[in-house]
């Protein structure tokens, strides 16, 4: 399933397959992807969090936003507030 939304001036576009989630997130003419691997969207479904929350953090703060973050449950803490 595809989505897309914008956040501020970033098009977000999304991608869900059954074993990961991919943002692909676009501003000017940079385009930037999240992957989340199962695991850590395992841990977010267990506390209610939506992936979604985590890519809006990503953005928040720009030193976090790299040419590809990926996410796994090791290190999903580091991305959320």
Request: charged share 25%; no cysteine; proline share 2%.
């Amino acid at each position: 399933m595809t989505d897309k939304h914008y956040y501020g001036n970033y098009e977000v576009v999304e991608e869900r397959e059954s074993q990961k989630y991919v943002a692909t997130i676009k501003i000017h003419n940079m385009v930037k992807k999240v992957v989340m691997q199962d695991d850590a969207l395992q841990m977010l479904a267990q506390n209610d969090v939506l992936p979604e929350t985590v890519v809006h953090n990503i953005i928040k703060e720009p030193n976090l936003l790299k040419e590809q973050v990926i996410i796994s449950g090791a290190n999903l803490a580091q991305y959320l507030d």
